[in-house]
């Protein structure tokens, strides 16, 4: 399918989604374009043609038009010339509750560590979470656990590659033709490579930069404009960006410089998108976590950077992965390494505060203090 009919069906599901919610949220729409689809045309409740080589907001203005008026009347599935069937899914959303009840969420990176945490915690507060990683066996494999414990239709595990522009609007689209659109992005996908910046070959700062700095750029670029069309079709509505950002974006970092680079960039990113994106209706801020030592970037055994921080003597006097972890411990006023129930909480701050955007929250006990 060409690009330019994917962000077709990105621009009517994202409309659709506000113009067809019985409620006063947005509602969930899914796309489908297969044979079956296709050949079933006269049995949508609505059929209709669209100026698909129009702009947004033609395409909006054309849609308003041709859909009855009084909400009883609104079709549950409807037909788009040349497109397929979208299909509104109210039954999956009823009777949802939580904090992010009947929002969509996709959160990058989600195959292990924070990122899988935080989609665990959103579905547990009603969301529809979809897992994106490059690791899509997995993000698959927890997707299907989740929609188990809640209900089918409730995750999704999809491919992306943060640091490739086609895969991520690939994903983009995949996430319309599920459910419609996007209410909460949380690019999360990050790595990280200790060296000192007197070794460190380049290839190592181009791969980490291309997915913690440019990842983030790239999925920004595809999903805002989704989220930019559901404001264009209920503007007083609010989408949410967040980024997981880290300490090292708010201080420098010894022997990992081209991580801690990179998340400077990243908050220099979160600024920029806040001050252009508000008249989308879309907040974007960052959050910047502390050291998550008993995660699998912490722990892993062969390639954690308990192991590689040891192997490097970055720590002065360490002589076990124990040593250098209590080193790192003794660095956080609080005692601890940050948990992944400390970050959802910040995520929620985030998304109920409507009175924000462009900042960059740590997350850290204490080890970093703005001024
Ligand atoms: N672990 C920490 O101590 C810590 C602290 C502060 C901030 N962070 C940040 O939190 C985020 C998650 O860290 P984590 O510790 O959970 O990491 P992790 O290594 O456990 O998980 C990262 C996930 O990202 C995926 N990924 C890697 N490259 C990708 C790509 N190109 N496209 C899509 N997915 C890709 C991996 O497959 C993996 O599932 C990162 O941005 C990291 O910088 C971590």
Request: proline letters at 4%; aromatic letters at 8%; one cysteine or more.
């Amino acid at each position: 399918m060409s690009q330019d009919k994917r962000e077709v069906i990105n621009i009517v599901g994202a409309a659709l989604r506000g113009l067809t919610s019985p409620v006063k949220q947005l509602g969930i729409l899914s796309f489908d374009d297969s044979k079956q689809a296709l050949a079933a045309k006269g049995q949508a409740d609505l059929e209709l043609t669209l100026p698909l080589k129009a702009s947004a907001e033609e395409i909006i203005s054309a849609l308003k038009e041709k859909l009855p008026k009084k909400t009883h009347l609104i079709p549950k599935s409807i037909f788009v010339e040349n497109l397929g069937l979208f299909r509104r899914e109210d039954k999956l959303v009823s009777g949802l509750t939580g904090r992010v009840a009947g929002k969509i969420c996709v959160v990058t990176g989600a195959a292990q560590g924070f990122g899988l945490a935080i989609a665990q915690d959103l579905i547990k507060q009603g969301a529809f979470v979809v897992l994106a990683d490059i690791n899509d066996r997995e993000a698959i494999s927890q997707a299907n656990a989740l929609c188990e414990q809640f209900g089918k239709g409730r995750a999704i595990g999809l491919a992306i590659d943060v640091a490739n522009a086609r895969s991520v609007s690939q994903a983009a689209h995949q996430v319309v033709r599920k459910f419609g659109g996007v209410d909460v992005l949380i690019p999360n996908a990050g790595v990280g490579k200790a060296e000192s910046v007197k070794t460190q070959p380049e290839k190592d700062f181009d791969f980490i930069n291309s997915i913690n700095y440019k990842g983030y750029f790239l999925c920004v670029q595809y999903f805002a404009r989704i989220m930019a069309v559901q404001h264009l079709v209920r503007p007083e509505m609010y989408s949410d960006i967040i980024q997981i950002n880290s300490k090292s974006g708010l201080a420098g970092s010894n022997r990992y410089a081209a991580y801690a680079g990179s998340k400077f960039g990243g908050i220099g990113l979160t600024q920029s998108f806040a001050l252009e994106l508000i008249e989308d209706g879309i907040k974007v801020n960052a959050i910047c976590p502390g050291n998550f030592l008993d995660g699998p970037l912490w722990s892993d055994p062969e390639k954690g950077l308990f192991v590689q921080f040891l192997r490097m003597g970055k720590v002065p006097g360490a002589k076990t992965i124990d040593d250098v972890r209590k080193a790192y411990e003794a660095k956080v006023p609080m005692g601890r390494g940050c948990k992944p129930a400390d970050v959802v909480k910040a995520i929620y701050y985030l998304i109920e505060q409507e009175y924000e955007t462009g900042q960059a929250l740590p997350v850290t006990g204490g080890q970093i203090m703005l001024s």
